[in-house]
């Protein structure tokens, strides 16, 4: 069965995410540091993991299964959960793939080398949040859960 985990430190889309796991009666993992209410739904589950750098990262790696899905915007955490046959999908709808992850893990390494050798730089930060965005998310995350469900 497919299950949807959602890295959920800072994440946009955290109630839209739920809405597509309700509708489909799909087991939702919220996972997070702290600070996340539990939820009446008893297919989500609320994980609140030890402080620390990537311990959310670590327990979903950990566990993401071939046809599950990961909501998330950290780039190394989806080079594992397409490592471990998991699917992965960002805030604002775009996907990771097998044919995109080497070259997004190198530029989020080139930006931090960027970032760390002029440490003077302005501005950043990337574009903000859009509604659009949230559509595209809402639509990926339908199609995907669809052509999982149909593997």
Not at 64 to 83: M, N
Request: with cysteine.
């Amino acid at each position: 069965m497919i299950k949807i985990y959602i890295d959920a430190d800072a994440c946009p889309v955290r109630n839209e995410t739920l809405r597509v796991a309700e509708r489909h009666r799909l087991e939702t993992y919220i996972v997070s540091n702290g600070g996340m209410r539990h939820h009446e739904n008893p297919q989500v589950h609320t994980v609140v993991v030890a402080d620390g750098p990537d311990e959310a990262d670590r327990w979903i790696a950990d566990r993401i299964e071939p046809g599950d899905i990961c909501v998330t915007g950290d780039i190394p955490l989806a080079a594992r959960v397409i490592e471990n046959g998991g699917t992965a999908i960002r805030h604002n709808g775009d996907t990771f793939t097998e044919a995109n992850i080497g070259q997004q893990l190198a530029t989020r390494d080139l930006m931090a080398d960027l970032r760390a050798s002029n440490p003077f730089m302005t501005g950043g930060g990337g574009k903000p949040f859009s509604k659009k965005d949230r559509s595209n998310f809402l639509n990926r995350l339908e199609n995907m859960v669809q052509a999982a469900r149909r593997r």
